[in-house]
C-alpha cells in the first residue's frame, strides 16, 4: 500500500524544471523514506552533526543519506533501498551530501533543495563544495506532496478514526463520577 504521492512528486519536479530534490526536514524525509531516524531529536536540527537527507533523482533511484550508527535500523524500516552513510563527527552530513550528488551526476545541475532548512554555515560551506549548481528553495514543493494525501493514506486516517472511536465509546462508557 504506497502511501507517498510519488506521481505528484515527479510532476512537481518535472514542472519546476529540476533534476533532483533534496529532502532535509523531517516531515520531508520521513515521508519519502520511512526511516525511523529521521523522527529522532537530531533531525530538529538540520544544522547538527548527525541527519538524514532524501535525494530523489528526476531519473534513476532515490539515495537516503544517514549516519553510519543509524545504518541498520534504517535499512530494516526505509522503503529507499540505497543508503549511503557518514561517519557522525568525522565528517558533515552536508560534506556527504554533496558526494552523493557528484555520484549521481547532479553537479552544476538545477536542484531543489529544503534551504530553509539549513543553518547559515553548513549552507555557505556546502552552496561552495557544488560550484555551478543551482538551487531552488523546494520547501513549499515538498509541503504540497505531502498534503496531497494519497487514497491508501486516507484509508489510514479513517482506519485510525474508526478506532479512535470505538476507544472513547469504550472508556466513556466506563466512567464513572
Known sequence: METRNLPLLRSRLEA???????????????YLSNAPTASS?????ADGPRICFVVWPAEGNPVLIVGELEREVTAEFAWIPT???????????YQKLSEVLDALGLRGKRIGIERRAVGVPYWE???ASQPGTT????GPLLDAVRAQKTEAEIAIFRRSCSLLDRVFLSVFSMARP
Open 16 to 30: 519546476a524544471e529540476l533534476d533532483a530534490i533534496v529532502a532535509i526536514n523531517r516531515k520531508s524525509v520521513i
Open 41 to 45: 531529536h537530531q533531525q530538529l536540527r
Open 83 to 93: 543508503i549511503e552513510t557518514y561517519p557522525e563527527y568525522a565528517q558533515t552530513p
Open 125 to 127: 560551506r556546502f552552496a
Open 135 to 138: 538551487f531552488i528553495e523546494a
